[in-house]
Nanobody, 123 residues
């Protein structure tokens, strides 16, 4: 079994900061990439920021300069530091991991999502 455990989030006023973290655990051979996505009411889920095993990152234009994603490979954990938050950042934030597991026929890629954590920014 593999699971993603998310922590952080909550309610903050506009201009404030929050941090969300995600830890992957279980039967994992390696992790290709982990990232955060978000989904606001009535909208599609969108990428917020993502980091690969090699440390390459990409993020949505709307969060560049405000959000920073970091990764601890030893702990299979990522953290999203969110600064200068805006009401439009309000959404459920979901952690995602693209990883490699070992099955009966060898290694295979596996994609998993966390349960989501609410981030609410009041104006």
């Amino acid at each position: 079994q593999v699971q993603l455990v998310e922590s952080g989030g909550g309610l903050v006023q506009a201009g404030g900061s929050l941090r969300v973290s995600c830890a992957a655990s279980g039967s994992i051979l390696s992790i290709n990439a982990m990232g955060w996505y978000r989904q606001a009411p009535g909208k599609q889920r969108e990428l917020v920021a993502r980091v690969t095993s090699g440390g390459s990152t990409n993020s949505a234009d709307s969060v560049k300069g405000r959000f920073t994603i970091s990764r601890d490979n030893a702990k299979n954990t990522i953290t999203l530091q969110m600064n200068s938050l805006k009401p439009q950042d309000t959404a459920v934030y979901y952690c995602n991991a693209n990883l490699v597991r070992v099955g009966l026929q060898g290694p295979y890629e596996y994609d998993i999502w966390g349960q989501g954590t609410q981030v609410t920014v009041s104006s």
